[in-house]
């Protein structure tokens, strides 16, 4: 279950650093920064949804 947990914040952090990165990186072409943008919102949606559910699981148990 830790392990699990551990996967999910990392990719949350990756996630947000894409939102970051999209952000501040304003030399690239602007197509890849709202892929970017767009990457890590999805991202970070999925991830907080898998955390919540993860976490009402765990305290089901």
Same mark, same amino acid.
């Given at each position: 279950?830790?392990? $699990? !947990?551990t996967?999910?914040?990392l !990719?949350?952090? /990756? ?6 990165g999209? &952000?501040?990186?304003? #030399?690239?072409?602007?197509? /890849? *920064? ?5 990457? +890590?919102?999805? +991202? +970070?949606? &999925?991830? !907080? ?5 993860m976490?009402? #699981? *765990?305290? #089901? $148990?």
């Amino acid at each position: 279950m830790i392990r $699990n !947990f551990t996967y999910l914040t990392l !990719f949350c952090a /990756a996630s947000m650093m894409l939102i970051v990165g999209g &952000v501040l990186l304003t #030399k690239i072409p602007l197509i /890849a *920064q709202i892929i970017m943008i767009s990457c +890590g919102l999805i +991202g +970070g949606i &999925v991830c !907080f949804v898998s955390l919540i559910r993860m976490l009402v #699981k *765990q305290e #089901k $148990n």
